[in-house]
């Protein structure tokens, strides 16, 4: 299965907070032996944000929202979520159960927006104060706030996906190439043919450029299982020294 992001809100896209969503969820993932295959930035436009959810429902990726899902004007989130769905919005009995733990008996009808959730959904529990986000069909909406949404996404991996955990480690190696023969370009052909031998990899080449604008060195690599990335690395350090291109391992 594929894994997505979709972090939502104007305060990101216009600088007014830094997203900490993105790097957490590549780290909550690569704990356990899982990676991210896309992410997208979207702001609080509640259109955008259905079309998008549209295309990941029927793509069938598992996906964890961030943001938009409060009782403000300016959150889109349930809404956009419940037009992709073709379904209304409706107070969830468990989400309200989960609001009266935290509030007691000072619920009023704002506070029940926070429990107005599409037709259908199940609840994430959220540790943090009670007011529980929503999922459904593999997408997992969150709240903004990092202090609740990080534990609740490792909730939803951990009780939802620890089959797909770790089934097959993944390495990454590299070579540090430096000197005059040490470009993208000069290298293109051997990086084609070890895409085409190995489909299973991921090749990467990371150029890197000083702050006086020189270039340092060209790091070139793969990810994949350890054996696999073994025997490439040799294959490519071989031709990389047959080229008479200068080396290091990548530490």
């Known amino acids: 299965m594929n894994f997505g992001a979709l972090i939502i809100g104007d305060e990101i896209l216009s600088g007014k907070r830094v997203d900490q969503h993105f790097k957490k969820i590549v780290s909550l993932l690569a704990a356990r032996g899982l990676r991210l295959s896309w992410a997208e930035y979207l702001g609080d436009e509640r259109s955008r944000i259905a079309a998008t959810l549209k295309r990941s429902f029927a793509a069938g990726d598992v996906v964890f929202s961030f ?13 956009a979520a419940a037009i992709a769905l073709g379904v209304d919005l409706v107070l969830h009995p468990e989400a309200e159960r989960e609001l009266h733990v935290r509030f007691g ?10 429990a107005t959730f599409p037709r259908g959904v199940d609840i994430v529990p959220n540790p943090f104060n009670r007011i529980a986000g929503f999922c459904v069909r593999n997408h997992y ?14 909730w939803a991996l951990d009780t939802f996906y620890p089959h797909l955990f770790n089934r097959k480690p993944v390495v990454d190696r590299a070579l540090l190439l430096t000197g005059p023969k040490a470009y993208e370009s000069a290298l293109l052909d051997l990086m084609q043919r070890i895409v085409a031998d190995y489909p299973a990899l991921r090749l990467f080449s990371l150029p890197s450029i000083g702050e006086d604008g020189q270039r340092r060195h060209l790091e070139l690599g793969v990810e ?19 080229r008479g291109i200068t080396w290091a391992w990548r530490d």
């Not at 943001?67 to 809404?79: E, M």
């Not at 909406?141 to 996404?153: D, I, N, S, T, V």
């Open 224 to 242: 994949g299982e350890s054996l696999v990335v073994e025997q490439v690395m040799e294959e490519i350090r071989q031709e990389v020294e047959r």
């Open 67 to 79: 943001g938009g899902i409060g009782n403000t004007p300016d959150d889109h989130t349930r809404q």
């Open 105 to 114: 008996d000072d619920i009023n009808d704002a506070r029940l927006l926070l």
């Open 141 to 154: 909406f969150l709240p903004g706030f990092p202090q609740m949404a990080h534990p609740m996404a490792e």
